[in-house]
């Protein structure tokens, strides 16, 4: 099945600096979410993003499908973005179901 | 954006005993829905595909007879942890899928199990 990766694992932050995560796939996939979960564990969609660039508000994301990567960045980080950031895409086989990746978690200091 | 709500949040529950997972789509019908699991700084784990009218699939590894899942209707998939055993405490959460439109998948707030 197909394999996703994130890097780095662990990011620790100065309050007001910015930061990229990256996610890696390990086959072709027809689109992409990226989700922040949050200290009580509930996963907040930040990006629905097959393809191309996406911006709202501080972050943003693109998405390469054809070299299986995409990017989320993080600016002007805040002690709020602090919790997991995952990747999931869709297994193709026709049921649609996500597999995650394998995370990154972000910590931002004041 | 579309809402899925899980229910309950939370639950403590004594070895031995069953508790029932809820998994709701408000806005939309779901003719599949997906049940994860996640321990304390993994990943989530999915662990079967719900299908609305007919058996739900499990992935590798995930006993069927322990986690029980039924997709009764359009906007409604439950899971029931049967016979709950301490190492069965763990994050549960559920995504929906809309069957009307795109493969953008939607998660509910999750349910913490304990299991005492």
């Not at chain 2, 599949?32 to 299908?51: D, G, H």
């Not at chain 2, 998660?107 to 304990?114: A, K, P, V, W």
Request: aromatic share 10%; glycine share 8%.
């Amino acid at each position: 099945g197909i394999q996703v990766e994130q890097s780095p694992p662990d990011l620790i932050l100065q309050e007001g600096a910015n930061s990229t995560l990256r996610c890696n796939f390990s086959d072709s996939v027809n689109n992409l979410q990226w989700f922040h979960q949050n200290p009580w564990g509930q996963l907040i969609n930040l990006f629905y993003i097959p393809s191309g660039t996406k911006q709202n508000g501080r972050l943003s994301a693109t998405t390469v499908a054809t070299e299986r990567y995409s990017l989320l960045y993080i600016s002007s980080s805040q002690t709020t973005d602090s919790g997991v950031y995952f990747c999931a895409v869709p297994n193709t086989s026709g049921t649609y179901k996500y597999i995650f990746g394998t995370g990154t978690r972000l910590k931002v200091l004041a | 954006g579309a809402v899925v709500s899980q229910h309950p949040s939370r639950v403590i529950c004594k070895s031995g005993t069953s508790v029932k997972i809820e998994c709701r789509s408000l806005d939309f019908q779901a003719t599949t829905m997906f049940w994860y699991r996640q321990f304390p700084k993994q990943s989530l784990m999915l662990m079967a595909t719900s299908n609305e009218g007919s058996k739900a699939t499990y992935e590798q590894g995930v006993e069927k007879d322990k986690f029980l899942i039924n997709h009764a209707s359009l906007t409604l998939s439950t899971l029931t942890v049967t016979s709950a055993h301490p190492e069965d405490s763990s994050f549960y959460i559920c995504s929906a899928r809309d069957s009307g439109s795109r493969t953008e998948a939607f998660f509910g707030q999750g349910t913490r199990l304990t299991v005492v």
